[in-house]
């Protein structure tokens, strides 16, 4: 019993350790952070989730980033105008961002 109390807690505190660690972006001015797809995050800057909240950050209603946390991100299987590999990340199950879904 006191094994399974022991790496309960030890998982517990993993998970809140990587839900804290997740990347979100943000831009100084604004007032919410968003996941790298979202189509409002603009010109933002990466940061770590929990230096949003300490900033007084709020959760995008859009892309719901906290949510985001816990499904499986993709790289953008969708090409630039030059050809290149989008590098934006999603959850969408199609594997495409906001830009290229539907293309």
Request: glycine share 8%.
């Amino acid at each position: 019993m006191k094994k399974i109390i022991v790496i309960s807690v030890f998982l517990f505190l993993g998970l809140s350790i990587k839900a804290f660690s997740q990347t979100v972006y943000t831009s100084p001015k604004g007032e919410k952070y968003h996941t790298a797809d979202c189509r409002l995050s603009g010109e933002a800057a990466p940061v770590k989730l929990a230096d949003a909240k300490k900033a007084g950050k709020g959760a995008c209603d859009i892309c719901k980033p906290n949510e985001l946390g816990k499904a499986r991100l993709n790289q953008c299987t969708g090409k630039t105008k030059e050809g290149a590999r989008c590098k934006r990340m999603t959850a969408n199950k199609d594997k495409k961002c906001y830009q290229h879904q539907g293309k």
